[in-house]
């Protein structure tokens, strides 16, 4: 932990972090609002891989968790016109307790059936906007009223710093003794059992944790947008963009993740003269990387490191 | 340690059992284990040994009983509340966190159950530094655990379980997978952990392995007691010689030379096979004439099911595998098995949600109607429990009918040489009979060829013109059934 500091991996990261912070000085507005969305896309990514990565637990709902936090904020300020950041902070105090309702009787069951709750939670609040159309909008969106600020500039280093401070954080987060014990309860949930582990108080911290930062991240999205809609924060096709940029990132990386969404927005943006293609050939390069190099793009730089 | 308590059981068992739906695994066992002892729990391969350790530990919820620690009953806490009154396990598979280094991993076992614990202790370090000398990982501490030899995974296990200084240390298989000279170092290892003053509690398959280790000895076969006491008189005991070795047995060889076959069917040659870094088979070389029925016997751990799943082509090996003069290696498992080499697996693999009928069918799927037609009734001849059960789910047989379903599946495959892996494991006496019955008929009214692969020794000699003994990954005896118990039955108790 304390060897981090002085470890290759963190003068990468902050010498991107501050090439990163340099760029509203010379690129187009337009770049800079696709390296917003990017970033929080980033910190979607990295709260799923804590669950992934750390907990073993496939949710396969990151949405249900984005999108609780970003119509809960959206709704408090479209629709009853609380002030934007007690609408942020109640957003992702929304999606904890979501969460917390959704992984107390999903961490009881085993294997895939967590991944299925978490997948028809999806579902449900897909469906739960579209019918209360009056207070979500429903499948037209809800247009938001407010927004952190019309700046190309400021909101991308709202949301470059945002996004720092959470990698901060879950990285912190995942190296720390209570990240150890997370692995160890993915990894041999019986061993971690018997060496005096309360598995699922371990499971549902990281749930909460996940929850947290995917519900602020969601709020944050929304004021940027100025929209939210069901096509951008809750949408299953959402999700699965979440979970591969996790994947293509490296498993059990949490910095990987976001690499892996700032990747997979890019990519997406940079192949739109393909059309309807550019949908494909990411997720074939996401597919190939899957199968070949299932460590990921960081994950295999560092099983190299742990062998030598 | 306070002399008053060193006397005193730390551990007590009384009355526990464990049922799994209908399958009773343990039922009523009661032993103690005292501070400074080292109590085996031994039996052959389902006698419900290592259920009634789980049990202990809480990994499993007893059914009924009570486990007594320190005058406390503990039984059905979950495992993390009864690890932390004091007890740590050895686990026999281990999987270390890779990323982490070896200190790193033993300092795991040493944090407390708290989500707060946000920056490592460096008394924690400490600790773990000084339990990684302890066990002998010293010159290893800053590696990862994917560059560490097998026999340093495992001590990697035992720093862990005694990571948090316990009252009670409960170790599976201790031995498995080491070789000569490490089991020994282990041994020495285990015993500190008495010397230290803790209550040790071994599980293992046969008492020999653990009688220079252990004070006192718990037999146990089908999930019950047979006798508690020293090593040397728990192998002297009766009923244990016959678990393990079976009464007087009457064999029923035909000498090697009857076969008429100059190069035996088949042929097993120098076949090493390594999972990772623990040697599962070494130089292991046995060949099958055509219609000879042979007989592996080993203990569990030996070797056998490798053997079987290397002929079968599931496992990559050194060395060479030949079938009627034809290199085996390169061909897929599904096209050895549909050629006439078909295994009966240990664990049945039967397809538990289809019907006893469809179940069959499937065996008997490349076969025409009317050929299909004409096995199932040989089959229902041989078995004709399954018969009646047709239409019955085959998750729902016994255990004894789902074993004789697994054999009339592969046989419906027609095969030349059947392999059967374990059939007896976990059966009761009186199917086991049946079984016997059913092997008598084959051998006598059919070509076929059987490899037989079992540690029930009684079951496996009276059917069989050859045995090959097979322990820790090697071949060690070959011959005539006759001769095994004088040559090489001391090995099995």
Excluded at chain 2, 65 to 94: C, N, T, W
Excluded at chain 2, 204 to 210: L, M, P, Q, R
Excluded at chain 2, 400 to 407: D, V
């Amino acid at each position: 932990m304390a060897g981090f500091f002085t470890s290759r991996l963190f003068f990468i990261s902050l010498a991107l972090v501050v090439i990163a912070a340099t760029l509203p000085l010379y690129v187009s507005g337009y770049v800079l609002g696709l390296l917003t969305v990017a970033f929080y896309f980033g910190v979607f990514a990295m709260a799923w891989d804590l669950l992934f990565g750390f907990a073993g637990e496939v949710n396969f709902g990151p949405t249900f968790l984005i999108g609780v936090g970003a119509y809960t904020a959206g709704i408090l300020n479209a629709q009853f016109g609380w002030s934007v950041y007690a609408c942020i902070v109640l957003g992702a105090f929304a999606s904890v307790v979501a969460g917390l309702v959704l992984a107390l009787p999903a961490l009881r069951v085993r294997g895939p059936y967590f991944g299925l709750t978490t997948l028809v939670a999806v579902l449900m609040l897909q469906n739960f906007i579209v019918v209360f159309a009056d207070l979500t909008g429903g499948e037209i969106g809800l247009t938001i009223p407010d927004v952190i600020s019309i700046n190309a500039g400021t909101n991308y280093w709202i949301a470059l710093g945002f996004m720092t401070i959470s990698a901060a954080i879950l990285y912190g987060l995942s190296q720390s003794p209570v990240g150890l014990v997370l692995q160890a309860s993915g990894q041999d949930p019986v061993q971690a059992g018997a060496l005096g582990f309360n598995i699922v108080k371990h499971k549902l911290a990281a749930f909460i944790v996940s929850a947290f930062f995917s519900g602020l991240s969601g709020a944050l999205l929304v004021f940027y947008f100025g929209t939210a809609s069901v096509g951008t924060v809750v949408d299953v096709a959402v999700g699965v963009n979440v979970i591969v940029s996790a994947v293509l990132g490296g498993r059990r990386t949490v910095l990987g993740a976001a690499l892996g969404a700032i990747f997979l927005i890019v990519a997406g943006e940079f192949l739109r003269p393909t059309g309807e293609l550019a949908t494909f050939i990411v997720s074939a390069v996401a597919l190939l990387v899957v199968l070949f190099f299932p460590g990921g793009f960081l994950g295999a730089a560092l099983s190299r490191e742990a062998r030598s | 340690m306070d002399m008053r308590l060193s006397n005193r059981a730390v551990l007590e068992v009384r009355g526990l059992t464990k049922r799994f739906g209908g399958l009773t695994a343990v039922k009523n066992l009661g032993f103690e284990v005292n501070s400074g002892e080292i109590f085996g729990l031994i039996g052959p391969n389902g006698s419900g040994k290592s259920t009634a350790m789980k049990s202990v530990m809480g990994i499993e919820r007893p059914t009924s009983g009570e486990v007594i620690f320190e005058g406390e009953d503990v039984a059905g806490l979950p495992a993390h509340k009864i690890a932390r009154k004091g007890f740590g396990m050895v686990f026999q598979h281990s999987r270390p966190l890779n990323r982490q280094t070896v200190l790193e991993n033993i300092m795991v076992a040493l944090l407390p159950d708290s989500l707060f614990m946000l920056f490592p202790d460096k008394a924690l370090v400490e600790r773990a530094k000084w339990i990684a000398e302890r066990v002998g990982l010293g010159n290893v501490m800053n590696r990862r655990p994917p560059t560490l030899p097998f026999a340093d995974l495992r001590r990697l296990e035992l720093a862990k379980a005694i990571a948090r200084d316990p009252k009670v240390v409960l170790v599976d298989e201790p031995f498995a997978g080491l070789t000569r000279a490490e089991v020994d170092i282990f041994s020495d290892l285990i015993r500190s952990f008495r010397d230290d003053g803790r209550a040790v509690m071994l599980v293992d398959h046969n008492v020999k392995s653990v009688a220079a280790l252990v004070d006192r000895v718990l037999a146990m076969y089908l999930g019950e007691e047979i006798v508690t006491g020293k090593a040397e008189d728990v192998m002297r005991n009766e009923t244990v010689r016959r678990v393990y070795l079976g009464g007087a047995i009457e064999t029923h060889a035909r000498p090697e030379t009857s076969f008429r076959d100059k190069v035996p069917l088949l042929q097993v040659e120098n076949v090493s096979v390594f999972y990772g870094k623990a040697q599962a088979l070494e130089n292991v070389s046995i060949h099958v004439h055509e219609g000879e029925f042979v007989s592996v016997v080993g203990l569990n751990g030996a070797g056998k099911t490798t053997l079987f799943n290397t002929i079968s082509g599931f496992l990559p090996y050194s060395g060479k595998i030949v079938r009627g003069g034809n290199k085996l290696r390169g061909t897929s498992p599904a096209k050895i098995a549909r050629s006439g080499l078909v295994q009966c697996p240990e664990s049945r693999e039967l397809f538990g949600e289809m019907s006893v009928r469809e179940n069959l069918d499937l065996g008997g799927q490349h076969l025409s109607d009317d050929k299909r037609a004409a096995q199932l009734a040989w089959l229902f001849e041989l078995f004709p429990i399954l018969k009646e059960r047709q239409g019955q789910m085959a998750q729902t047989l016994s255990g004894g009918e789902q074993q004789m379903l697994a054999i009339g599946r592969a046989l419906m495959m027609q095969p030349q040489i059947l392999i059967l892996d374990e059939p007896t494991l976990g059966l009761a006496p009186v199917i086991l009979e049946q079984l016997s019955k059913a092997l008598t008929k084959l051998r006598q009214t059919t070509a076929i060829t059987v490899l037989l692969g079992e540690q029930n020794v009684t079951f496996a000699l009276p059917h069989a013109d050859r045995v090959y003994v097979l322990e820790h990954a090697r071949i060690v005896w070959e011959g005539d059934p006759g001769r095994f118990a004088s040559e090489a039955g001391a090995d099995f108790l």
